[in-house]
């Protein structure tokens, strides 16, 4: 039997059925289970789960520990962790994140055309567009110079986090010595 605590310190029992999978015993404060970015006894934190509610009332857990080193660029929009399939890099002292990832999480509605090799975006009356290796921008129709160009890593866009976020209204804030990103609006 192991033990873990939610976000809200609340102590959780566990049974493990399988490598990654738990049996939860739940308390019998009444409270809800919130087990995302929870903490487990050896250190590692929750990033996805699955649940089922078993005939016993117990709760039947898939959980999935995190696998980014304690050095890895770690992003947080309104507060809350955003997972990427690929991590966020610093290159030429500006953090790039993966442009779909940033852009859906700020609800916007993005598209890229391979030919022009050029991303749109658009939320509420506002349109960017950036182009790979390019560091002229768009914002309404107003150039921009950006200090580095969106590039393609692993075939995926990377885009400069502070630009985008504050192109789009948000405040930005890099904590270096963590290597937090943290994106408010």
């Known amino acids: 039997m192991g033990e873990f605590k939610d ?6 029992g566990f049974i493990p059925k399988e490598e990654n999978s738990f049996r939860i015993i739940p308390s019998h404060s009444g ?3 919130d087990v995302e970015g929870a903490s487990m ?9 699955r649940y089922t509610l078993a005939k016993n009332q117990h709760f039947e857990l898939e959980l999935i520990k995190e696998l980014q080193k304690d050095d890895s660029i770690k992003i947080f929009v309104r507060g809350k962790r955003l997972y990427m399939d ?7 002292d500006r953090v790039m994140v993966p442009m779909r990832a940033i852009f859906e999480k700020l609800g ?3 598209s890229y055309d391979d030919y022009e090799k050029a991303v ?7 349109n960017l567009v950036i182009k790979i290796n390019d560091t002229l921008a768009k914002v309404n129709d107003v150039e921009l110079t950006l200090d580095t160009p969106p590039l393609i890593i692993n075939d995926k866009t990377f885009v400069p986090a502070r630009f985008v976020a504050e192109s789009l209204g948000c405040t930005v804030i890099w904590n270096g010595d963590e290597k937090i990103v943290e994106i408010n609006y």
């Open 120 to 126: 749109f975006a658009k939320k509420d009356g506002l």
């Open 41 to 49: 006894a050896d250190g590692a934190k929750i990033i996805q789960y």
């Open 86 to 92: 690929e991590s966020p890099q610093i290159i030429n």
């Open 108 to 110: 916007v509605k993005v």
């Open 7 to 12: 976000r809200n310190n609340q102590r959780f």
């Open 31 to 33: 409270k809800a289970l």
